[in-house]
């Protein structure tokens, strides 16, 4: 158990729809990152967020939006959902910037019919 | 930019040793980590090494690095049926913010 938490494990959806995932990083840590693992494209990162503010951004579409509130915890955006962004989607967390010891979360499994 | 790439696939036999080889492009890369994703489960953090240094050893682990060549590996000792899953190699680089670059992923299948 890396400490991250996730919800949903899983979640089914309509095109078109807009969905909610919501992670709770590790006690102590600031930093939360949002990745998105799919056969085809492999595990992408998204976005990152360090203590509230939005520190780096990977390949994340104008659909998808994330924050970090106050308490730290996070929640991915997915709006206008297409078949394609069927996906595994992970948080992580780590304490600061500086390395890459993350600790990933069981992921959600979106499916979009 | 940074690319990591790795090879898709690895059958080695249980008791035997898996190596598993890595190339990243980005010479500015400050850390590089394994990552081990078990079916079904989120990656899960096994080794990282400095930019600095040649070789990590961390008992059935040993991870080596060739700077020069951009190559990194992973050695896993007298591999076990329960090593079966997918490792990423990932490099991060510093400066400000981090950004972690992961390959492409190695599915290790053991053979008993």
């Known amino acids: 158990d890396s400490g991250v938490t996730q919800t949903p494990k899983h979640l089914i959806t309509a095109t078109g729809q807009r969905v909610t995932l919501r992670c709770s990083p590790r006690?102590?840590?600031?930093?939360v990152y949002w990745y998105q693992q799919s056969l085809d494209q492999g595990l992408q990162f998204l976005i990152q967020?360090?203590?509230?503010?939005?520190?780096a951004k990977g390949n994340i579409l104008e659909r998808f939006s994330a924050q970090q509130f106050p308490d730290l915890h996070s929640e991915l955006n997915l709006s206008s959902l297409e078949l394609g962004d069927s996906a595994l989607y992970f948080c992580a967390s780590s304490v600061g910037t500086g390395k890459g010891e993350q600790y990933f979360g069981p992921g959600t499994r979106l499916t979009v019919t | 930019g940074e690319d990591v790439e790795q090879s898709l696939f690895l059958s080695v036999r249980e008791g035997d040793s898996s190596v598993i080889n890595c190339t990243y492009t980005d010479s500015s890369s400050t850390y590089l980590y394994w990552y081990k994703q078990e079916p079904g489960a989120g990656l899960q953090l096994l080794t990282y090494?400095?930019?600095?240094?040649d070789m990590k050893q961390d008992q059935r682990l040993t991870v080596l690095l060739n700077k020069k060549d951009k190559h990194l590996s992973l050695r896993i000792a007298d591999t076990q049926t329960g090593d079966s899953a997918i490792y990423f190699c990932a490099e991060s680089i510093s400066g400000g913010y981090q950004k972690v670059t992961f390959g492409t992923g190695t599915k290790l299948q053991v053979i008993p």
């Open positions: 090494i400095f930019s600095n240094m």
């Open positions: 967020y360090y203590n509230g503010e939005e520190r």
């Open positions: 006690s102590g840590d600031l930093s």
